[in-house]
């Protein structure tokens, strides 16, 4: 997570970012010119994230830790990674010594969590990771080297023991919506000619025009709206059926690939635990009135700002998670929910003060209050268990909340 969260006066990208980004920028516009005039927002999203060479996750550069540009909870505290060995650990007593993680990051987690696994007794484990950048796979097979990690390309057909995704699904491509009086429109990028005027627009500068400088000739990638397709016009109908109709110029988004990867993980696990732990709401509050801007948010050199369309490329572009929307895909393909919780209360459920006890040091205290504090990870973070085969999952016997979803 950032560790700030204004964008008043942002670090300054190198010539070789520049240069990436403008690269990006112009495939991006080719896409456009290509698509008619108007991308939807969940295509520019992909690219500006998944570009092959180009987009955040697929490019070289530090994106995680203090010198990245965000920092998740395993690179906070080892700790984290011991006490989630925990519930790990017990599940594994009933399963093969298998444990999947989905999209490693750095290789923290891993990093401490095998060890922490071995020392409770685990034998025989087998670690995999599925990693779709090739730049992150690269450092995550120099971090782990000489552990029991096996990376593959994709899911395997068929998997017992446990599934581990630490924000995975917030960086899974968004459409955007904003519910107009007339209907339900679509938010998407188009890109108009030069306006010198705002060339050199920096996030803090550029206000809601989103506004993204490129290359000289180039053009100006911009938000534009059209009428929302028959498909997302009908998913914002059935969140207006819960939450009830939502006001005039609200905007948010909803993710239609969570529901598919949650369904891809359904088809390939025939036994066991998938953890998934992410920056997110139940639907009533995710979609409540007063969250009219929605949840988008992008991170950059330890700062955060809401100006997705600035230097594709060089940041990070995440949504929350609409946690009742991933319950319900989990049982329409014959997952059990186990559990959901705030971070906080999974931790403490799994021991994580007794192992600070361990080892009282003022650092280390200072990380678990990040892990677990209301006002920082502790309650934005929730942790959502499904399983098949599995009566229960450990972590859950205090603060379990499934009757929100």
């Known amino acids: 997570m950032p560790v700030s969260t204004t964008n008043a006066s942002l670090p300054e990208p190198t010539p070789e970012e520049r240069d990436r980004s403008a690269l990006l920028t112009a495939r991006i516009t080719e896409r456009i010119v290509q698509s008619g005039g108007w991308l939807p927002f969940s295509d520019y999203m992909h690219m500006a994230l998944y570009e092959p060479g180009l987009g955040y996750y697929d490019a070289q550069g530090r994106k995680f830790g203090a010198q990245g540009d965000f920092v998740t909870a395993p690179e906070i505290s080892p700790l984290f990674s011991r006490t989630l060995a925990r519930p790990v650990r017990q599940a594994l007593e009933a399963l093969p010594a298998q444990v999947l993680e989905f999209g490693a990051g750095t290789g923290a987690l891993a990093a401490d969590l095998i060890p922490a696994l071995q020392a409770q007794g685990v034998e025989g484990l087998q670690y995999f990771i599925v990693e779709v950048s090739a730049d992150l796979r690269a450092r995550q097979q120099e971090r782990l080297a000489g552990l029991p990690v096996t990376w593959l390309d994709a899911l395997p057909t068929a998997f017992e023991g446990v599934i581990l995704a630490n924000e995975v699904l917030d960086v899974l491509p968004v459409q ?8 339900v429109w679509e938010r998407g990028v188009r890109c108009d000619a ?31 709206g059209r009428r929302a397709p028959a498909a997302l016009a009908a998913q914002v109908a059935a969140i207006e059926q819960i939450v009830g109709t939502l006001p005039t110029g609200y905007g948010s988004e909803v993710c239609p690939l969570a529901g598919a990867w949650i369904a891809a993980l359904g088809a390939c696990l025939q036994r066991g635990l998938i953890v998934l732990l992410d920056y997110g709401f139940p639907q009533h509050e995710y979609y ?53 919780t705030s971070q906080a209360h999974f931790l403490l459920n799994c021991g994580i003060l007794d192992l ?14 990040r892990l677990v504090s209301e006002a920082e990870m502790g309650e934005l973070v929730k942790v959502l268990a499904l399983g098949r085969g599995l009566d229960s999952a450990p972590g859950f016997a205090r603060g379990d909340r499934r009757h929100r979803l």
């Open 176 to 183: 955007l919506f904003v519910r107009e009086a007339d209907g």
């Open 288 to 340: 409540h009135p007063q969250r009219a801007m929605g949840t988008l948010m992008c991170h950059y050199r330890q700062h955060a700002h809401a100006q997705p369309l600035w230097l594709p490329g060089l940041n990070d572009i995440t949504a929350h998670v609409d946690f009742s929307a991933c319950a319900r895909a989990a049982q329409d393909c014959g997952l059990d929910v186990l559990g959901y």
């Open 356 to 369: 600070l006890a361990e080892r009282l040091e003022p650092a280390l205290a200072g990380a678990v209050q």
């Open 194 to 224: 030069r306006d010198d005027e705002r060339e050199g627009a920096r996030p803090a500068e550029a206000g809601t025009g989103s506004i993204q400088e490129v290359a000289p000739g180039a053009g100006v990638l911009r938000f534009s």
